[in-house]
C-alpha cells in the first residue's frame, strides 16, 4: 500500500522568521540579548550592508530573498545571504547549472541544527556568491514504497522532510528505526550528509530484527536521488542511485556538504514500543569505574547497563558526581510502574529551563562570571532530578520515535566537541573509563588555577557501527564516509563510544581544554584496542583559539582514521560528481581531499 508523496502542511514557513525566533530562544533562556548571542559572529557593518548587492536572476522561476544564518550554538551566523526555496528536484538541477556558469555555490540550509562549518563557514563577506536552499518548504513529500525481502517497510522520502514528521509516519503504519539523533526538528537530508546517529547495541540475547540497524540513519538507505554532473551532457542532472549497485551511492550516503541530495528511500522495520527508566542516584565511581576494580563489582557500570538494555546514555553535568543516566528497552507491553506516553518530548524541565537556571547561566554569561560554574552544574543535576519526580518521567513507556526525541530547540544552546571511538564491546567500559577520568582530572585541575573552561555537560552514548549485513540491498557496502564504518583494518571493532563535551561557545579556555582533551583521545585511541573518529556535526581539530583550524587533525588525523584508499575513494566519487565545487565551500575544500 502507497500513501501520496505530498508536502507537509507545516513545512512552509518563513525561513527569515525561523532564524530569528530560534536565536532569540536561545538568547531568551541564558537571559542574553539576541545582539549579545551573536556578538562578534558577524563582521562590523553587515546588517547594513547586507542588502547592498542586487538580488541574483535565477532559473526556473525561483525568487531570491534575504535571510540570515544562524547555527545552533550561535557560533556560525551571517547577517544576510541570498536564498531560495526549490520547488523539485530539477529546480536545484537548473540552479546548478546557474551557480556554475556564473561563479555561485549552493549550500542546503535545511534546520542550521550543525556545529561544525559544513553550510557556511562563517560571517562572510556580504556579496559573498553563496545562496542558501531551504528544502523545508517545498521538498517535504513522503510515501510508503515496496520493500525489498529483508525489511518489513520502506519509505521514500524527501529531504526537506523533518525526521519528527517521518518517524510518526511510519509509526502509524506499524513501522520504525532503532536509532535517531534526540532532536526531531532536524531534515532528512541534514541527517544523512552527517550519519546522524542514535545509542543502541544488542540488549544481551537480543535478537537483530530485519530492516533495522544499529548503526546510523546513513545506513538505512536503499537508494538517494541527488543533483550530480553528467559529463557527456556537460551539465548537472538529477540522477538516482541504488545501494550495493552503484557505488556513487554510498559516497554520498554521508557526503558531509559535498553533495546535495533531493530523494531518499529508506528501509525500515517493526516498530515496537520502548520503555525508558532515567536514574540520578548512581555516582560517577560507580558508573564509568575501570573494568576490574571494587566500583566495577557492584553491577552498576556503563557496560553492566549496555549488557541488560542496549540503549543507554548518560549526561554528566559539569562538576557534579551523578549523572543522569537513560536507559532504554525493547518493551512490546507497558509495565505496570511505566506511565504511558504517546508524543515526543518528554522532559519539559530541559525543553525550557527553569527561570534559576537561566537567570544562574546569565550570569556567567552576561557578567563573566565563569567560576559560578560548579553551581549551575549542581542546580542543572538538581533541576534534573527533581523535574523526573515531579512530571513523572523516571519511568516512561510508549511508541519509539515519542521516546527517542527528547531535545528542543528552545533547550539551552550550547557548543559541543565530537569523536566516535570504535572499539570492541568488551572494551566499551575500558574506553568510558579512561575518558571519564581524563576529563574529570582535567577539569579539576583547571578548577584550581580558577579557570572553569565547562559549564555544560558530558553526553555518552555507545551505538553499533553501519554493517552491510543490516542492509536490504543486496551487495550494500557501508557508507563510505560514515563516521561508524567499519575499519578495514580493525574488523574486532564492533561498536563505537560517542562522546560530546558541551559548554557556552564564549566560555574562556574553552578552545584549549577541547584541544587538550581532542589530543588525549587521538593519542589514547589511536587504532590499538580503540580508534577515535571525529563527529562530522560537532567540534574538532581545536587550536587553543578556535575550532575546525588544527591543519594536522583536517589533513592528516581525519583521513588517516578512515584508511587511506577509503577516503581517496570517496574523495574520488564526490569530485567527479561535482567537478566545479558547486555543492561545497571553503571549509570541505579543505576536508575533503586526498
Known amino acids: 500500500m502507497s500513501e501520496p508523496l505530498t508536502p507537509h502542511a507545516s513545512a512552509a514557513r518563513s525561513s527569515r522568521r525561523t532564524v530569528l525566533r530560534a536565536a532569540a530562544v536561545a538568547a531568551a533562556v541564558v537571559g542574553v540579548p539576541l545582539q549579545a548571542w551573536t556578538a562578534g ?27 540570515p544564518y544562524v547555527n545552533w550554538s550561535g557560533e556560525i551566523t551571517h547577517a544576510g545571504l541570498w536564498a531560495c526555496a526549490p520547488r523539485t528536484a530539477q529546480d536545484i538541477a537548473d540552479l546548478a547549472n546557474w551557480a556554475h556558469r556564473e561563479g555561485w555555490r549552493l549550500r542546503a540550509r535545511g534546520k542550521a541544527h550543525n556545529w561544525s562549518p559544513l553550510t557556511i563557514t562563517g560571517p562572510s563577506e556580504p556579496d559573498e556568491r553563496v545562496l542558501l536552499l531551504d528544502t523545508t518548504r517545498h521538498l517535504t513529500g513522503m510515501e510508503l514504497v515496496t520493500p525489498p525481502p529483508g525489511a518489513p517497510g520502506a519509505v521514500r522520502a524527501q529531504t526537506g522532510v523533518l525526521l519528527e514528521t517521518l518517524m510518526a509516519f511510519l509509526a502509524d503504519h506499524g513501522l520504525g528505526v532503532t536509532n535517531t539523533p534526540a532532536p526531531g526538528e532536524l531534515t532528512v537530508g541534514g541527517t544523512l550528509a552527517i550519519d546522524a546517529h542514535g545509542t543502541s547495541v544488542p540488549a544481551a540475547g537480543e535478537t537483530p530484527r530485519p530492516g533495522h540497524t544499529y548503526g546510523s540513519l546513513s545506513n538505512l538507505v536503499l537508494s538517494l536521488t541527488a543533483v550530480v554532473w553528467d559529463t557527456g551532457r556537460a551539465e548537472y542532472v538529477v540522477r538516482t542511485f541504488h545501494r550495493g549497485a552503484d557505488d556513487e551511492c554510498e ?41 576490574g576494580s571494587p566500583e566495577a563489582g557492584r553491577g552498576n557500570t556503563f557496560a553492566d547497563f549496555l549488557d541488560r538494555a542496549g540503549r543507554v546514555e548518560a549526561i554528566w553535568f559539569a562538576f557534579t558526581d551523578r549523572p543522569w543516566l537513560k536507559v532504554w528497552s525493547l518493551s512490546p507491553r507497558r509495565p505496570l510502574t511505566s506511565r504511558p506516553v504517546s508524543h515526543p518530548y518528554n522532559y519539559p ?102 579557570s572553569y573552561p565547562v559549564n555544560g555537560q558530558v553526553e555518552i ?105 577509503q577516503w581517496a575513494e570517496a574523495v574520488g566519487i564526490l569530485d567527479r560528481l561535482d567537478p566545479h565545487g558547486v555543492f561545497g565551500n571553503d571549509f570541505t575544500d579543505r576536508l575533503v581531499r586526498v
Do not use: M
Open 461 to 565: 552514548r555507545v551505538g553499533g557501527l553501519d554493517r552491510p549485513e543490516e542492509s536490504a540491498a543486496p551487495g550494500a557496502r557501508p557508507p563510505l564516509l560514515s563516521v561508524i564504518r567499519p575499519h578495514p583494518d580493525h574488523p574486532e571493532y564492533d561498536c563505537a563510544v560517542w562522546v560530546d563535551v558541551l559548554t557556552h561557545p564564549t566560555t574562556p579556555g574553552a578552545h584549549a581544554f577541547y584541544r587538550d582533551l581532542e589530543r588525549f583521545l587521538l593519542r589514547t585511541f589511536d587504532g590499538g584496542y580503540a580508534l577515535t573518529r571525529v563527529e562530522w556535526s560537532k567540534g574538532w581539530g581545536y587550536t587553543d583559539t578556535a575550532a575546525w583550524s588544527d591543519e594536522e587533525v583536517i589533513g592528516t588525523a581525519v583521513p588517516a582514521s578512515y584508511g587511506r584508499g
Open 349 to 450: 524541565f530541559s525543553d525550557v529551563l527553569p527561570t534559576p537556571v537561566a537567570r544562574l547561566a546569565g550570569r556567567l554569561i552576561g557578567e563573566g562570571a565563569w567560576f559560578l560554574a560548579p553551581e549551575l552544574g549542581l542546580l542543572q543535576y538538581t533541576v534534573a532530578a527533581t523535574g523526573l519526580t515531579a512530571t513523572l518521567a523516571t519511568d516512561l513507556w510508549g511508541p519509539a520515535h515519542a521516546l527517542q526525541f527528547y531535545l528542543r530547540p528552545t533547550t539551552l544552546r550550547e557548543t559541543a566537541n565530537g569523536y566516535a571511538v570504535l572499539t570492541r564491546r568488551a572494551d566499551v567500559q575500558r574506553v568510558v573509563s579512561e575518558f571519564a577520568a581524563y576529563y574529570s582530572e582535567r577539569l579539576k585541575s583547571a578548577a584550581l588555577r580558577g
Open 41 to 67: 559572529a558577524q563582521p562590523a557593518g553587515a546588517a547594513q550592508s547586507a542588502t547592498a548587492s542586487s538580488a541574483p536572476e535565477l532559473p526556473a522561476g525561483l525568487v531570491a530573498y534575504r535571510t
Open 251 to 291: 559516497a554520498l550516503a554521508t557526503h558531509i556538504g559535498r553533495g546535495l541530495l533531493t530523494e531518499v528511500v529508506l528501509q525500515a522495520g517493526e516498530e515496537v514500543p520502548l520503555r525508558c527508566v532515567s536514574r540520578v542516584d548512581i555516582s560517577t565511581d560507580e558508573l564509568f569505574a575501570a573494568p
